[in-house]
């Protein structure tokens, strides 16, 4: 019920026109056939359609069997190539026989091409064999032109499917043509002093030419005439039919006009009136379906524009329309008047420019003069409006023409957003964002002073083991430098005596120098002399020692006091664990028993001076979690890039509950006012500042492992 409307408003699909050719050129087929087997069985209504009319003409049947064939395997999808090449082969040989037997009845060639296959006089079964009529000829030509322009090797061009179309269209106007003669009697039409045309080759080329058009698909004229939801098309695919169907009926009148009414003026009238009938009819039935067409439209118009006028309305953008070259508003919806703070009526009185901000003024005119000119399809952008009451009013404006570029247009479509809360929020977020970075800035400064801080109370925790470390080799230099003094006032007065003496030998006679010499040797034993120069040597070298431990004492610390330098230079690590090893060692050779297993590791970029301070917070705890007496060993290794340090004990351990939080800032497990918490927690960032790794393996009852990896890197930059 259905079917009939949806395809007068949506015409055919591509499938239905392919089913449509098989068909038609099946039938074409058929006919062919027909005629073949009345020759073969002496039945003249199957070779003539009927025993008063010529048969089809055995060539003709040869070419209705090519053709159509040819067709039926295209549009069936057989696009084999040596399929393709015998199928334009066969076409080709149609065409040329057929063009052939045109020539030699139009040029009047003595040509006889058909008597090479078929003899002249011959009866079939008392069915004569006739020869192919000139038009025929004619139509078969184009009709095998046709057929191989659809082809695979001309499908690619869509002009040269357009003119197998209109061929296929051609062939079958003639054969509807020459149907007519028959129909009105009229040998005109289908005969003269040429050969006939035989009924039943109109009936095929009226069949082919309309399996040709079928073929060629609905993108192919004529029928990309009636194809598509256009008004054109539409109303060909309404009255094509009808008007077909009044010809036929007015046809029909007319063969029934002359074959019953012997006046012949009577005759000519009752078509007249007939075909008036008909006009009529086919009038009212137009202006009717464009009246219902037009009706329809125009609801549907109304319809869009309520619409499109509650979208304007509802919007939740402003939408205005701004006359070009003026910039006055034409029509703006409430939004945009909701923006500015106008009503409709005072924006109409209005320009563009009037109520945006001076500083945006240049950058629209200049946008708008480049979309004018068609250099820029739209232009869009965040600028500032002046609403009613004076105040800044932030907006996204999109602003496009009406008209395609290229073309003068009359108005153009401003679009805007209110993006002022955005605005202020951005606004907000760029003063929050300053302040964050001025806290961080803080921040930082307040981490050095922390750091320094920490530094400084490690100092303040190891200074009294220093101090005695110290101490020690300062009190025996004291003490041998108290010897040294006294040595030095025996040896001076042991001079002085034997200056004397040999004084007294210089002035005396020999008898006296016994004496003098054994009061020398007296001497010499009360004041030990022997076991003084002896000991010189030794309190000068256990001096020196002492002096030698001061020292590198010094500059230990020295070099732990310049642990806040953030430059990087090329440092041995072991030498690094060294140094700090003696700063704490006061803190360590009373707890633990210190294992060193130093490895071959190559100098890399670093900041010793932080990495030192690493070591020390690690081996200080590690000390500190020793109960009585353990063993602290520290081995480093390379490995790949990365150099290793691991510092381990044998001491408590860390519960699993809090083995991750112990490098969390001023975590501590230790009692109030043993420690602030930080130790680790700046040994984790200095460790992630050299980009390296620190990890921690522990066990409670058995000790705890710290694993530093550092990358080797001799071009590192901090």
Not at 188 to 211: E, K, N
Not at 390 to 404: D, K
Request: hydrophobic share 45%.
């Amino acid at each position: 019920m259905n079917y009939l409307p949806k395809i007068i408003a949506n015409g055919l699909s591509k499938a239905t026109y392919n089913y449509i050719a098989l068909i038609c050129c099946g039938m074409t087929c058929v006919l062919a056939l027909m005629a073949i087997t009345g020759w073969l069985l002496r039945i003249p209504v199957l070779a003539a359609l009927s025993s008063e009319n010529i048969p089809m003409a055995p060539s003709t049947v040869i070419c209705f069997l090519i053709v159509p064939v040819a067709i039926i395997l295209q549009a069936s999808r057989y696009n084999g190539e040596k399929l393709q090449y015998i199928l334009s082969a066969l076409l080709l040989t149609v065409a040329f026989f057929c063009g052939v037997v045109f020539l030699q009845y139009a040029a009047s060639l003595p040509l006889d091409i058909e008597s090479v296959f078929f003899q002249k006089a011959e009866f079939k079964g008392g069915i004569p064999l006739g020869r192919m009529s000139p038009l025929a000829s004619a139509a078969l030509l184009l009709a095998a032109l046709a057929a191989l322009l659809l082809t695979e090797s001309f499908k690619s061009s869509q002009k040269v499917r357009n003119l197998g179309s209109m061929l296929g269209f051609t062939v079958g106007f003639t054969g509807f043509a020459i149907f007519l003669g028959y129909a009105y009697g009229s040998p005109i039409i289908y005969r003269t002093h040429f050969i006939p045309v035989a009924i039943s080759t109109s009936l095929a080329f009226m069949l082919l030419g309309t399996g040709i058009v079928a073929a060629a698909g609905p993108e192919s004229l004529p029928l990309r005439w009636f194809q598509g939801d256009n008004t054109q098309a539409r109303l060909l695919r309404s009255f094509a039919p009808v008007l077909l169907l009044c010809m036929a009926i007015n046809g029909a009148g007319d063969i029934f006009a002359i074959n019953t009414i012997h006046n012949a003026s009577l005759a000519v009238a009752f078509s007249t009136i007939s075909f008036f009938i008909l006009l009529c009819a086919v009038l009212i039935g137009i202006s009717h379906y464009v009246s219902r067409m037009l009706d329809k439209s125009m609801k549907a118009q109304r319809d869009s524009e309520q619409r499109f006028r509650a979208v304007f309305e509802q919007a939740a953008v402003g939408v205005a329309q701004v006359r070009v070259g003026t910039g006055q508003f034409v029509m703006l919806n409430k939004k945009y008047c909701e923006i500015v703070g106008y009503s409709q009526e005072e924006m109409q009185g209005l320009t563009f420019s009037k109520i945006t901000h001076p500083y945006d003024s240049q950058t629209d005119l200049l946008s708008a003069q480049l979309m004018r000119e068609g250099k820029i399809a739209e232009y869009s952008g965040e600028k500032r409006y002046i609403d009613k009451n004076g105040s800044i009013v932030w907006v996204n404006l999109t602003v496009s023409p009406m008209w395609s570029i290229g073309e003068d247009p009359d108005y153009y479509i401003a679009v805007v957003e209110d993006i002022t809360e955005r605005k202020l929020i951005e606004e907000a977020l760029l003063k929050s964002h300053e302040e964050l970075a001025k806290a961080y800035d803080e921040l930082k400064s307040a981490q050095v002073r922390v750091l320094h801080q920490e530094k400084m109370a490690s100092i303040g925790q190891l200074a009294a083991g220093v101090a005695h470390e110290i101490n020690n080799p300062i009190g025996f230099i004291s003490s041998n430098l108290n010897s040294l003094r006294r040595y030095t006032d025996k040896i001076a007065a042991f001079s002085r005596m034997q200056l004397a003496a040999l004084e007294n030998i210089s002035g005396n006679g020999d008898s006296q120098i016994k004496e003098i010499l054994d009061e020398m040797r007296e001497q010499k034993k009360s004041i030990k002399f022997d076991y003084i120069v002896d000991d010189l040597g030794n309190i000068i070298d256990e001096s020196l020692d002492g002096a030698n431990r001061v020292r590198g004492i010094v500059r230990d610390l020295k070099s732990f006091s310049r642990s806040d330098e953030s430059e990087f230079k090329m440092a041995d690590i072991n030498a690094g664990i060294e140094s700090t090893i003696n700063i704490v060692w006061n803190e360590l050779k009373y707890k633990a028993t210190l294992e060193k297993e130093f490895g071959d590791i190559p100098p890399t970029k670093c900041n010793i001076g932080q990495l030192n301070q690493v070591f020390m917070n690690i081996l200080v705890n590690a000390a500190h979690a020793i109960p009585t007496h353990g063993t602290i060993t520290v081995k480093t290794w390379s490995e790949g890039s990365n150099i290793y340090v691991s510092i381990t004990d044998t001491g408590t351990g860390i519960p699993a509950d809090i083995l991750s939080k112990i490098f969390d800032p001023f975590f501590t497990t230790k009692e109030v006012g043993s420690g602030a918490g930080l130790g680790l927690s700046i040994a984790y960032d200095i460790i992630k500042k050299h980009t390296g790794e620190i990890k921690v393996d522990s066990q409670v009852g058995k000790g705890t492992t710290f694993t530093i990896s550092i990358p080797i890197d001799e071009d590192f930059e901090s």
